[in-house]
């Protein structure tokens, strides 16, 4: 694990590739105006999850866990599923 995790539910696989794509644009121009680095990877993967009122889990956000420790920075590694 590089860092802090942040996990985000969606209705829609387009929701998702969109909120990715802009947190990764963001990331990139917060660095390029001399923020600190902040080299985001995000992991994709669809399925459904148990949602507790304080927690989800299941399978999705194992896989998606895993596919952000192979991302490269600011990277969006998303499974064909």
């Not at 459904?48 to 889990?57: H, P, V």
Request: aromatic share 4%.
């Amino acid at each position: 694990m590089h860092g802090d995790d942040i996990i985000i539910t969606f209705d829609g696989a387009e929701q998702a590739l969109i909120c990715c794509f802009e947190i990764i644009e963001k990331s990139k121009d917060l660095h390029a105006n001399g923020a600190t680095p902040w080299p985001t990877r995000i992991g994709i993967h669809r399925g459904d999850i148990l949602k507790t009122r304080r927690n989800l889990s299941g399978t999705p956000i194992n896989v998606a866990s895993k596919l952000c420790s192979v991302a490269l920075d600011w990277q969006v590694v998303v499974t064909s599923r």
